[in-house]
């Protein structure tokens, strides 16, 4: 009891097949994406301080690790086979490969060659990302992207690998969580269209937050219409596959609540507040 090794917010990748001695660049990549991570919540908080001092302090820091473009490139490093691979793998394990194609939305993309869109499976493949890395990524903010203005502009399956965990605060995730239901199309079992979010997050995110676990993330689900198809834990990843059937449950809000509490956890959290 009590001698397994406590996860921490560090781990970020799948296994590899075969175990490799992390070489010093794997961990240089991970140190970059710690620090970017440790950031991003840094700023977050003295910005809703106003705290100007720090502020500016932090986007020094940001500069000297090389800002987005170094956690990306961190990032992309992490997606390629030696170092863990491609999330999306996951995806078309769990996707049946009899559906007619499905739209699909790629939040967070940083490639235009993962799995999914060698499959053949989904069509288009919309994919945007803070910063695009190139021509067929859309740089735009997810959380400011035009509401869609017929049904036609949804889509059938949104993609959010790795990317929650990337908002720096708690309330801001869930406002993420809830977007995504803005933009899937109701689900219609005759015309074959499954209206599914394909999540990803760091294993620690669940599994060893002194604010956040299976339960609270299913609560906050199903507070928006959400049920769960598929989850899939690695050492370092939890994959899920979730359905929206229901409309979110209007004036429903999920707030922090310490669901445990031991040496070595993080603080992870998603809040969804009540809509207005
Ligand atoms: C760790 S990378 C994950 C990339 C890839 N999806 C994967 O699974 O490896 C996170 C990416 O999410 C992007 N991202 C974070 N918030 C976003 C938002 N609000 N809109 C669009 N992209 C966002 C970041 O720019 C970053 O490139």
């Known amino acids: 009891m009590g001698t397994q090794k406590k996860q921490s917010l560090k781990a970020g990748r799948p296994p590899t097949a075969k175990k490799t001695t992390p070489n010093l660049s794997s961990k240089a990549t991970q140190k970059t994406i710690v620090t970017f991570h440790n950031l991003s919540k840094a700023l977050a908080k003295a910005q809703a301080e106003n705290d100007q001092t720090t502020i500016s302090a932090i986007e020094t820091e940001f500069a000297k690790l090389g800002g987005l473009k170094a956690y990306q490139a961190a990032s992309i490093l992490g997606q390629s086979s030696t170092r863990g691979g491609d999330s999306s793998l996951q995806l078309l394990q769990w996707i049946p490969k009899d559906l007619p194609k499905m739209r699909m939305l790629e ?40 509401l869609p203005r017929h049904e036609d502009e949804k889509f059938d399956i949104i993609s959010l690998s790795l990317v929650l965990n990337f908002v720096p605060s708690a309330t801001q995730r869930g406002d993420m969580l809830r977007r995504t239901t803005w933009f899937l199309r109701h689900h219609d079992p005759l015309g074959g269209h499954s209206a599914l979010l394909f999540l990803v997050l760091p294993a620690p995110c669940v599994a060893n937050s002194r604010y956040f676990n299976d339960e609270r993330l299913t609560l906050i689900m199903a507070s928006l219409g959400y049920v769960c198809l598929q989850r899939k834990q690695t050492s370092k990843l939890v994959y899920y596959l979730w359905r929206w059937r229901d409309e979110p449950v209007k004036g429903e809000g999920l707030g922090k609540v310490k669901v445990r509490d031991r040496g070595g956890m993080n603080n992870f959290c998603v809040v969804l507040e009540p809509e207005t």
């Open 107 to 146: 939040v967070g993309a940083l490639s235009t060659a993962n799995a999914c869109s060698k499959s053949g499976l989904f069509d288009p493949i919309v994919r945007i990302d803070l910063h695009s890395q190139e021509p067929g990524i859309l740089q735009q903010d997810f959380m400011e992207r035009p």
